[in-house]
């Protein structure tokens, strides 16, 4: 069975930085689009960002651009998620997601992901 294992998240002040990152079993990682998406307290779950199987094409939501870089390492069969700038308004779980996908291809619509990780808690204090 496939499993995702998110990791990295924490308690950080405004305008800190934090560092997630999945580790990916039980699959051909490279054959997997992958992406991040967060869920607020209250809130539905919403797309942060994705990233191609090969990691040429990425996708950001407009609240995180400039702020987040998604990466993967198709050796180590990881994915990660650079918070820089953080704002009170990213505390949420994050969940990493995988999508067997064509090569350029990354979804923004979490119904098209196959696998989902267990989610790691993010708050930002002010």
């Known amino acids: 069975q496939v499993q995702l294992v998110e990791s990295g998240g924490g308690l950080v002040q405004a305008g800190g930085s934090l560092r997630l990152s999945c580790a990916a079993s039980r699959l051909t990682f490279s054959n997997y689009a992958m992406a991040w998406f967060r869920q607020a307290s209250g809130k539905e779950r919403e797309f942060v960002s994705g990233v191609s199987r090969g990691g040429g094409s990425t996708r950001y939501a407009d609240s995180v651009k400039g702020r987040f870089t998604i990466s993967r390492d198709n050796a180590k069969n990881t994915l990660y998620l650079q918070m820089n700038s953080l704002k009170p308004e990213d505390t949420a779980v994050y969940y990493c997601?995988?999508?067997?996908?064509?090569?350029?291809?990354?979804?923004?619509?979490?119904?098209?992901?196959?696998?989902w990780g267990q989610g790691t808690q993010v708050t930002v204090s002010s």
């Open positions: 997601a995988a999508e067997r996908a064509s090569w350029y291809i990354v979804e923004y619509d979490s119904n098209k992901y196959d696998h």
